[in-house]
């Protein structure tokens, strides 16, 4: 592979992360923090690519060499990414759960509020039954 070659398919990889962390992160599907990380790497990745001064340890791989690291580079942002959209859905998650039960304790407080009313109504008829009988 060619050291022009491979700037030309790290640049294409910095646009593709970039753009998929932007359709993940209007899709709800990542957090706007992790979405930034990415579109952070994904600006580097452009810049080591388009720059040669950035890029020069390229030429110093051997070219099979640099297919191998060129895939397994591109495995492990993949995976990376993955990982990220997991996290990112859990934690939605977490923060959706929390807010119901939330909504369910305050309902709970207020059922309990009115219990004890009726209770308390309930124990004032029954004393004035008592008196009364």
């Not at 398919?9 to 970039?18: A, R």
């Not at 998650?93 to 939330?102: A, D, G």
């Not at 909504?103 to 109504?121: C, F, G, K, P, T």
């Amino acid at each position: 592979m060619d050291s022009g070659v491979m700037r030309i398919g790290i640049v294409v990889v910095g646009v593709l992360l970039m753009s998929v962390s932007f359709w993940t992160y209007s899709y709800k599907k990542i957090a706007v923090n992790f979405a930034v990380i990415w579109e952070i790497l994904g600006f580097v990745l452009i810049l080591v690519g388009a720059v040669p001064v950035l890029s020069g340890w390229i030429q110093m791989v051997a070219p099979g060499t640099q297919l191998v690291f060129f895939g397994i580079a591109a495995l492990i942002l993949f995976l990376g990414f993955q990982s990220t959209m997991m996290i990112s859905q859990l934690t939605m998650k977490v923060r959706e759960l929390t807010m119901q039960v939330s909504l369910l304790n305050q309902e709970n407080e207020h059922i309990m509020a009115q219990l004890d009313e009726v209770s308390r109504e309930v124990e004032e008829i029954r004393e004035k039954n008592s008196v009364c009988g």
